[in-house]
């Protein structure tokens, strides 16, 4: 984690804070977020702040260059040195790797560390030249401004990718009252509940049975694990969505939702229009869509959409779980666009969410999966394991606590919007359910059970 917990909730997000509303002028509360940006990001890799700079002004410039007489050369040059620059940083080793196994070589793999939100802010960065190439309106002739809106700490290393045009005026012109203050810091307490007391509880359900030998793993322990996963990663995903918004939001800035409850889709295709909003956006908008989209026949249509989720699971990671992963909903994406699933007899039905949670379940037991040989493991243990792995039976069993039976139950409620059709209009009990919360995360960050967010290795 860039900094530690403790020191980022106790110290710098509160004197950020503070100083930002002791400033006067836009001009200098854009100064202040963006050194604080910059200390933010350098506090746990200073060795790789100038390649953040580097890139930052790669698009700079090339937004120059879009919004001018050479737009063709502005894109083509942002377009090579951001993924130029994310293919040697994140890809070397496993393209390497690759050659090697293939063709028997046994070429040096570099090691390179990868940087903490290369992907997010190398597909931000991309979005400014693409869009100011579409509308020449958009440019900005600030280097600070630009920097700003890349850098901006409360989504600057897991997200959500924002885009410019949404986030611009306020770059310039920003207002922040009581309400807005308070409505901000109640979704940061939202998203670091589902952090702390949501997604590490699962976690650690998860790591026990993904940590077990291939043996041992059985039915039982194999699909507790599998759903557990699937819990985790979405409270922590959307859980740290959920502090960006909050805190963008306690600066005056509104950032677009990521989550959308997509454990409620009933078809795969729904559930994309709902997880990871931002980055199905991205895609959509700067890779489906230029590729031809729907509009050159079906055939066309279903190679796109492979493209697509083939590029999306390797966005994630440089393994081969994480192409699969995508190429995993990507087929079923397209075998529901083909009929051959019937998503329209499916979609708001009962059996629709089983189907579509089966299929989720599946994909993100292969995401966690270190290797293709663990995820076989797992995939053997969850529909031929029966009575085998009575060691992955007696470690889930014991930590079958009510704890964390109760925080199962609460978590498979919460996933779904259930909670959000009883809204509670009492902004007395809102404030005390919001302290009561902060003083929980408060107690189990005391105990030392904080773990990084998922999505900081993207």
């Not at 293939?102 to 090691?111: A, E």
């Not at 959307?238 to 950032?255: K, N, T």
């Not at 969850?382 to 930590?399: D, E, H, K, R, Y």
């Amino acid at each position: 984690m860039v900094f530690s917990s403790a020191i980022f909730l106790f110290c710098f997000l509160p004197a950020v804070f503070l100083l930002d509303r002791l400033l006067r002028g836009v001009r200098l509360k854009n100064l202040l977020l963006l050194v604080a940006s910059l200390i933010f990001y350098s506090f746990g890799q200073p060795v790789y702040l100038p390649l953040l700079l580097i890139s930052v002004l790669l698009n700079y410039l090339c937004g120059l260059l879009a919004a001018g007489k050479h737009a063709k050369l502005g894109v083509a040059l942002a377009v090579a040195g951001g993924i130029g620059m994310m293919a040697v940083f994140k890809y070397a080793d496993f393209a390497l790797g690759t050659v090697n196994s293939l063709f028997g070589t046994s070429l040096p793999l570099p090691g390179i560390t990868l940087p903490i939100g290369i992907s997010f802010f190398t597909f931000q960065g991309l979005s400014y030249v693409i869009d100011v190439y579409r509308d020449r309106t958009l440019v900005s002739r600030s280097f600070i401004k630009v920097l700003l809106y890349i850098s901006f700490f409360p989504q600057l290393i897991a997200g959500p990718i924002v885009k410019y045009h949404d986030i611009e005026k306020e770059i310039d012109a920003r207002q922040t009252n009581p309400r807005e203050t308070a409505l901000g810091i109640r979704r940061f307490i939202c998203g670091l509940s589902k952090k702390l007391l949501l997604s590490n509880a699962m976690g650690q359900m998860a790591d026990a049975v993904f940590a077990l030998p291939a043996g041992e793993i059985g039915m039982f322990a194999g699909w507790m694990g599998a759903i557990c996963y699937t819990l985790q990663i979405y409270f922590d995903f959307s859980g740290y969505s959920d502090m960006a918004i909050g805190m963008g939001r306690m600066f005056g800035f509104h950032f677009l939702e990521n989550f959308n409850y997509p454990y409620a889709s009933t078809t795969i295709q729904e559930f994309w229009r709902r997880w990871h909003i931002s980055l199905s956006t991205w895609f959509r908008d700067y890779l489906y869509i230029p590729l031809g989209g729907n509009r050159k026949g079906r055939g066309r249509t279903w190679i796109n959409r492979f493209i697509v989720f083939f590029t999306t699971g390797l966005w994630h990671g440089a393994n081969w779980t994480f192409v699969l992963w995508g190429l995993w909903h990507g087929a079923f994406s397209v075998l529901e666009d083909s009929g051959v699933i019937p998503q329209k007899r499916l979609k708001g039905r009962v059996l629709g969410h089983v189907y579509t949670m089966l299929v989720v379940v599946l994909g993100f037991t292969l995401f966690r999966a270190e290797s293709l040989s663990q995820a076989g493991a797992m995939f053997a243990a969850m529909f031929t394991g029966v009575g085998l792995g009575w060691t992955g039976t007696a470690t889930v069993c014991s930590l079958l606590t009510p704890a964390f039976l109760l925080t199962l139950f609460l978590a498979l409620l919460l996933c779904v919007p259930i909670a959000k059709r009883l809204p509670v209009k009492n902004e007395s009990i809102t404030l005390a359910g919001s302290l009561a919360l902060l003083a929980l995360c408060m107690l189990n960050l005391s105990a030392g059970t904080f773990n990084p967010f998922i999505y900081f290795q993207f």
